[in-house]
């Protein structure tokens, strides 16, 4: 089956492979090398020349379990944080600040504008107890690239702390964590790196994760300062998914051969191919251009086509396409180009659609 949906991703042979390698315990040295072997690739493919400067946290759980770690573990005592929000994950940062009645009221925009840098400098001078800002790089309920970089910027002028969901973003998109002075960034292994999903990291930056350790603790299994120890080496508190861990290992050893540069290219031509047959059979994209990210896109459905069938005549041929969410649901459907496949598989998938949808929508 072809994953047009993203993540969890269509992963390489090599990948599959790794996770058959032997069993071993994860308080044993065989699996701390692992772990270390994985923060190396990690620093090595998004923080390049700035690998002392960053810790990469490894925890066995979804994209949201390092979203919401870095969120609880980076708000001190009588602090807010502010989100962004332009979509489903906004919308779930900021639900997961509003649980602990942590956040002042959120930065909301149309799901399909952009953030406006100058609306946050306005806001974090209103607000002196706003000590984290949460946005979502890619915002994949419309594939909509925010500006990492702009919003960066106010922030770190206002001497503030980043937060950044970059899970759909990583490897996909590119974007200069350590140059923009990024303090934390939210990364899973089941997107853009092409691993499985079950895995996710944040990227901390080191003087940061240091005064992390007097705020307060808001979860248990998400405090993200339990995964390092007072020398700053990386634990294991809880018991890691070890399998795939070997499998994320391998996948950022892929992704490092290929080049994080390489990855986003092919995914940009990806997207390009799929847009610009899209637009020959009349299918009217949901984002302007200059918004669209390198790994999703959402359309219009076609004039009297209802998104079941749609999807359940292409999965039939063996092509699994993505809903809209939200308000959204029943009006648009995704096609993503994540994961390991090729541009004749893509073709094919494009053959079949039109075969579908009859060039005539
Ligand atoms: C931008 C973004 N953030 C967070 C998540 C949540 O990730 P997960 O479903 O792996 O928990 C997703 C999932 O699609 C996402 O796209």
């Given at each position: 089956?072809?994953?047009?949906?993203?993540?969890?991703?269509?992963?390489?042979?090599?990948?599959?492979?790794?996770?058959?390698?032997?069993?071993?315990?994860?308080?044993?040295?065989?699996?701390?090398?692992?772990?270390?072997?994985?923060?190396?690739?990690?620093?090595?493919?998004?923080?390049?020349?700035?690998?002392?400067?960053?810790?990469?946290?490894?925890?066995?759980?979804?994209?949201?379990?390092?979203?919401?770690?870095?969120?609880?573990?980076?708000?001190?005592?009588?602090?807010?944080?502010?989100?962004?929000?332009n979509g489903v994950y906004g919308e779930r940062m900021s639900q997961m600040v509003g649980l602990h009645r942590l956040g002042?009221?959120?930065?909301?925009?149309?799901?399909?504008?952009?953030?406006?840098?100058?609306?946050?400098?306005?806001?974090?001078?209103?607000?002196?107890?706003?000590?984290?800002?949460?946005?979502?790089?890619?915002?994949?309920?419309?594939?909509?690239?925010?500006?990492?970089?702009?919003?960066?910027?106010?922030?770190?002028?206002?001497?503030?702390?980043?937060?950044?969901?970059?899970?759909?973003?990583?490897?996909?998109?590119?974007?200069?964590?350590?140059?923009?002075?990024?303090?934390?960034?939210?990364?899973?292994?089941?997107?853009?790196?092409?691993?499985?999903?079950?895995?996710?990291?944040?990227?901390?930056?080191?003087?940061?994760?240091?005064?992390?350790?007097?705020?307060?603790?808001?979860?248990l299994y998400l405090h993200l300062t339990h995964y390092v120890d007072d020398q700053g080496r990386a634990t294991v508190p809880?018991?890691?998914?070890?399998?795939?861990?070997?499998?994320?290992?391998?996948?950022?050893?892929?992704?490092?051969?290929?080049?994080?540069?390489?990855?986003?290219?092919?995914?940009?031509?990806?997207?390009?191919?799929?847009?610009?047959?899209?637009?020959?059979?009349?299918?009217?994209?949901?984002?302007?251009?200059?918004?669209?990210?390198?790994?999703?896109?959402?359309?219009?459905?076609?004039?009297?086509?209802?998104?079941?069938?749609?999807h359940d005549r292409l999965r039939a041929m063996g092509y699994v396409i993505y809903a809209g969410q939200g308000n959204l649901?029943?009006?648009?459907?995704?096609?993503?180009?994540?994961?390991?496949?090729?541009?004749?598989?893509?073709?094919?998938?494009?053959?079949?659609?039109?075969?579908?949808?009859?060039?005539?929508?």
């Amino acid at each position: 089956m072809m994953l047009l949906n993203p993540g969890p991703v269509n992963v390489s042979e090599r990948v599959r492979q790794a996770l058959t390698r032997p069993d071993i315990c994860h308080r044993e040295s065989d699996f701390a090398e692992l772990q270390q072997g994985i923060q190396a690739k990690l620093l090595k493919a998004f923080v390049p020349g700035a690998e002392s400067e960053y810790a990469a946290i490894l925890i066995t759980g979804s994209g949201t379990a390092a979203v919401e770690s870095a969120l609880m573990s980076s708000i001190p005592h009588g602090k807010r944080a502010l989100i962004i929000n332009n979509g489903v994950y906004g919308e779930r940062m900021s639900q997961m600040v509003g649980l602990h009645r942590l956040g002042v009221s959120e930065l909301k925009h149309e799901w399909t504008e952009r953030p406006d840098p100058e609306r946050l400098r306005l806001a974090l001078r209103q607000h002196p107890e706003v000590h984290a800002v949460g946005m979502v790089h890619h915002e994949t309920t419309t594939g909509l690239l925010n500006p990492g970089k702009a919003i960066a910027e106010v922030v770190d002028g206002l001497n503030r702390v980043f937060i950044l969901d970059a899970v759909s973003a990583l490897a996909g998109e590119s974007i200069d964590i350590a140059g923009s002075k990024i303090y934390m960034v939210a990364g899973t292994a089941g997107k853009c790196i092409q691993g499985f999903p079950g895995v996710s990291f944040v990227l901390v930056r080191k003087g940061f994760l240091e005064r992390m350790r007097a705020y307060p603790k808001r979860s248990l299994y998400l405090h993200l300062t339990h995964y390092v120890d007072d020398q700053g080496r990386a634990t294991v508190p809880f018991t890691p998914a070890v399998q795939l861990y070997y499998a994320f290992d391998e996948a950022l050893s892929e992704l490092l051969e290929e080049g994080v540069a390489k990855r986003i290219q092919r995914y940009k031509k990806m997207a390009q191919l799929i847009r610009e047959r899209m637009a020959k059979i009349g299918i009217k994209p949901v984002l302007q251009p200059d918004r669209q990210s390198n790994s999703i896109t959402a359309y219009y459905l076609p004039e009297g086509v209802a998104y079941p069938t749609l999807h359940d005549r292409l999965r039939a041929m063996g092509y699994v396409i993505y809903a809209g969410q939200g308000n959204l649901e029943n009006k648009i459907f995704r096609i993503a180009n994540m994961g390991a496949v090729t541009e004749a598989q893509f073709i094919a998938f494009l053959d079949a659609f039109e075969q579908i949808v009859g060039g005539h929508p």
